[in-house]
């Protein structure tokens, strides 16, 4: 892959975030209007001086207007985008290649979805008008799919599987349970988890993201200018993003113990940032666990650890807030919730609070790197997004 | 002359115990939730056309039933599309009685004598009001029969025949009643039992048989006081009688003839003299002569086997849901989209006919047929390749108990064919606690739901029946 990056040439600046959950009294546009707002504070600046938008959401409004509307931007570009569930992500990584090129100065990067509006459970997608021979199979059934399979490839007893799965909704309820924005503010004993209604597979409801509402923004410029806005910036050192051609449905020797596009995102993002031992290097990272076995698996498509070790090193609690390389120390999507085009900056924004010492209960000792990455779509079939950002 | 070429038979997997639904003795057959007349003539249809003889070119395709999916639409046109027969073909969609069945037969036969190749798939889901005796009695199934009159040898000749019919108010359904109603049987038996003895005695001489000729005699009509006082009037011994499938099947309405015959010829031999009658708003009597081609000619499931082949606890209550008698907590997901007419008609082949693609590059096989090869990525060079039949297994699975569906949880599976090619698609006619990595599968054809009206038809894996 011939991606250049833009390591140390972006920075962010300033940034916001609702706390994501159940707002029934506040529509997408309330949101938004919350995380902007907070993000022009936080940069210590005024509507006027963000030349350009990109702004993020799945099916929560169309067109820039969606963000320009409730915030009456005064007649500047705002670009509406979709890339599934790295929708928050990709908003950043157009606005941070937006002020690389020089085209502006600075921009924002915003990200809403307000999906407790629809009554009905889980998530809802508003496909194209199509010949009705899709699969029908839901979220949690595609990702059930790992549980199985890592299993049996790397001999873990279903027993243990289950302990590895809980493990990491445990962890994540935990470090959500410490965290003001969070949608679960709560700790989630093990029992309660083992024992939670079955959704699909082995998953039950205890191993799903929380369905929620909520928005969050980044104030994004050159590396040059950062200094202007904030004392204590933060770099992008990669942004990588990867669609993979969608094999895994439709090729036999696909096995559902890996996402090809996360190990090709990762290894791109590394090659940007310099990074040699992602294991060793990576403080601490944000990731797209949508389903318990989603993380897991990413521990080693994102080279935290070998193949086929990472339910161990999971269970030797390597990924704890306080472990050696902790993995969602805000709670991730399972505790701190997924409004879809709102999760990819809400895992900046814990980057942004751990790498300036703003995470409270939270902060992790002196984090110098920071990796974000997110998923949309189904294992064989998916979209991965990596960064890499620090100091 | 014209004869029956091939046959094939399909009974669902779901069976209702008649007890569970406080009338009558044994047990009724049930299409799934996602079975229609349409889907299930296709199973028996497919029965009928493998392993077609040579010289039997289907050109003309008769769907006959009582509860067809569309009032306007032409329901013979998706049996054409997913049994992959030439778009040059006459269709016809027979119905008004549950005799469309045999006399769609007897108007195939005709066509037969007139050089065509006729598939006539007979088919019905017969549904009742609750705890009555159409509900208990009745019964889902399908027949489907390949018809020439010229070129393969068929398996049982047409040797006589004969009709009747008479207005009278036996059966009847008209548009906005949800179930049909019956006039009390006396009154239909005191008309129709002489109206058969008389019309099966025409059938006779047009065949130039003795009622002591015949092998076995099937009889089906809408009431079964009717042959009461038929068999010894015209000189048949009850050794005769086939078996009418009522413990087992229940009757199958329009199929419900074709049905019988089906199992009769399944237990049929060379030379054998097989009478069928149906009587439903008149009689309908056939008389066919089977031949010694009767050993290579039959399908791969006998209606036994079919019969043997189930699940017989369906409860009550989930039999009506999917019947759509019994208003339900729809689960707290969006209904189904309405699939899209251009969409399906650009994927029909794919749709209904089950064809993927092979790469002329790399051999590589692509479901659903790709216009770049997954594998080589060779753009617009591959040629059809046919997977109806083709044997797969589950590679891996999971339950879904959030997808929407009439029968949760919905079992989606990787699908692994042998010949190569890969898809995720839905199980079916399995119990979810026994399904297992390496089952071995066949395709099905299924209503997967019904939006805005449109019946959304596509292929799901089912375990080896």
């Known amino acids: 892959m011939a991606s250049k990056g833009i390591c140390d040439r972006v920075a962010i600046v300033g940034m916001g975030c609702t706390k994501f959950g159940e707002h029934w009294d506040r529509g997408a546009s309330d949101l938004l209007v919350d995380a902007v707002q907070e993000a022009y504070g936080s940069a210590g600046i005024e509507p006027d001086n963000v030349d350009a938008y990109w702004l993020g959401t799945t099916g929560s409004g169309i067109s820039g207007l969606t963000l320009s509307e409730p915030l009456k931007i005064q007649y500047k570009p705002v670009t509406r985008l ?23 100065d600075l921009v924002m990067a915003v990200g809403v979805e307000k999906l407790k509006d629809s009554g009905f459970s889980g998530l809802t997608g508003s496909a194209p008008p199509g010949d009705g021979t899709e699969s029908g199979m839901t979220a949690p059934a595609n990702f059930s799919l790992l549980a199985p399979a890592y299993a049996e490839k790397y001999g873990v007893d279903l027993e243990t599987m289950r302990d590895v799965l809980t493990k990491i909704a445990y962890k994540n309820h935990y470090n959500g349970a410490r965290n003001e924005k969070a949608q679960f503010q709560r700790e989630v004993p ?72 996360v190990v090709e995102s990762a290894r791109d993002a590394y090659e940007q940032a310099g990074i040699d031992d992602p294991r060793e290097q990576i403080s601490m990272a944000e990731v797209h666990d949508c389903f318990t076995p989603t993380e897991l698996v990413l521990m080693e498509d994102l080279g935290f650890s070998p193949r086929g070790q990472a339910w161990k090193d999971t269970m030797d609690g390597r990924f704890d807030l306080h472990g050696e390389q902790p993995v969602n120390p805000d ?39 920071g990796l974000t990455h997110n998923l949309g779509g189904a294992p064989g079939r998916c979209v991965s997004f990596v960064s890499v950002v620090g100091l | 002359m014209s004869g029956i070429v091939r046959y094939g038979s399909y009974v669902p997997f779901n069976r209702i115990q008649r007890s569970a639904m406080g009338f009558g003795r044994g ?62 073909v006459t269709a016809l969609d027979f119905g008004g009685s549950s005799r469309a069945g045999l006399s769609a037969l007897l108007a195939g036969l005709d066509m037969a004598a007139a050089g065509r190749t006729v598939l006539v798939a007979a088919s019905d889901v017969v549904v009742g009001a609750p705890s009555g005796p159409r509900e208990s009695g009745g ?24 009709s ?30 002489p109206l058969l003895v008389e019309t099966f005695a025409r059938a006779l001489a047009d065949a130039g048989v003795a009622a002591s000729d015949l092998a076995k005699v099937v009889l089906d009509g809408t009431n079964a006081r009717v042959f009461r006082g038929f068999m010894r009037p015209s000189g048949l011994a009850p050794t005769q009688l086939a078996d009418g499938l009522a413990g087992t099947v229940g009757r199958s309405g329009a199929a419900h003839a074709g049905l019988t015959l089906a199992s009769a010829l399944d237990g049929a031999s060379a030379g054998d ?29 006998s209606v036994a086997s079919w019969v043997e082949s189930k699940r017989d606890d369906l409860a009550y209550t989930t039999y009506l849901k999917w019947r759509d008698v019994l208003p339900f907590e729809p689960p707290r997901r969006p209904d189904p989209d309405r699939p899209a007419a251009p969409p399906m008609q650009r994927a029909e082949r794919w749709k209904f006919g089950f064809l993927g693609s092979r790469c002329n590059r790399c051999g590589n096989t692509n479901l659903p047929p790709q216009r770049v090869c997954v594998v080589c990525q060779a ?31 919905v079992i989606g599976a990787v699908v692994d064919f042998d010949k190569g090619g890969r898809m995720l698609c839905q199980l079916t006619d399995v119990d979810p606690d026994k399904v297992a990595i390496g089952d071995e599968l066949e395709m099905t054809f299924r209503r997967l739901y019904t939006a805005g009206g449109v019946h959304n038809y596509f292929w799901k894996a089912r375990p080896k029946r």
């Open chain 1, 190 to 261: 093990v029992e309660k988890i083992n024992s939670s209604p079955k959704i699909a597979g082995m998953l039950g409801i205890m191993d799903c993201s929380g369905v929620s509402d909520g928005a969050a923004a980044a104030v994004i410029c050159r590396a040059e200018d950062a200094h202007k806005y904030n004392d204590n910036p933060i770099f992008i050192k990669a942004l990588s993003f990867v669609a993979g051609p969608a094999e895994g449905a439709k090729r036999q020797d696909y096995d559902f113990t890996t996402f090809p596009e």
């Open chain 2, 139 to 162: 019964g889902d199934a399908a027949a489907a029969f390949v018809l020439s009159g010229n070129g393969a040898e068929p398996i049982a000749r047409l040797i006589g025949r004969a």
């Open chain 1, 82 to 104: 979709e890339n599934m569930c790295a929708t928050g992500s990709e908003a950043m990584r157009n606005a941070a290649y937006a002020v690389a090129s020089g085209a502006y």
């Open chain 2, 273 to 301: 003299r097989i009478a069928v009658a149906c009587v439903a708003d008149g009689v309908d009597v056939a008389v066919f002569e089977v031949s010694e081609a009767i050993d290579d000619g039959r399908p791969k499931h």
């Open chain 2, 379 to 409: 753009s617009d060079d591959s040629t059809v390749e046919p997977y109806a039949d083709s044997e797969c297994r589950v590679s891996t699975y999971t339950l879904d108990r959030l997808a929407y569906s009439l029968q949760p949880p």
């Open chain 2, 164 to 193: 009747c019919t008479e207005e009278v108010l036996d059966v009847w359904q008209s548009p906005g009643m949800p179930f049909a109603k019956q006039w009390e049987e006396r009154f239909g038996a005191s008309i129709f039992t």
């Open chain 1, 331 to 369: 709670g991730g999507l399972k505790s701190f919730g997924h409004p879809i085009g709102a999760s990819g900056l809400r895992m900046m924004y814990e980057m942004w609070l751990q790498l300036r010492g703003e995470a409270g209960e939270r902060q992790i000792a002196d984090p110098k790197v």
């Open chain 2, 27 to 88: 047990e009724r057959a049930a299409a799934s939730y996602d079975e229609d007349s349409a889907s299930m003539a296709v199973e028996a249809s497919r029965e009928a056309l493998r392993g077609l003889p040579d010289g039997a070119a289907v050109d003309t395709v008769v769907f006959a039933s009582t509860s067809a999916p569309y009032t306007e639409k032409l329901n013979a046109a998706t049996l054409q599309a997913a049994t992959n027969l030439p778009k040059s």
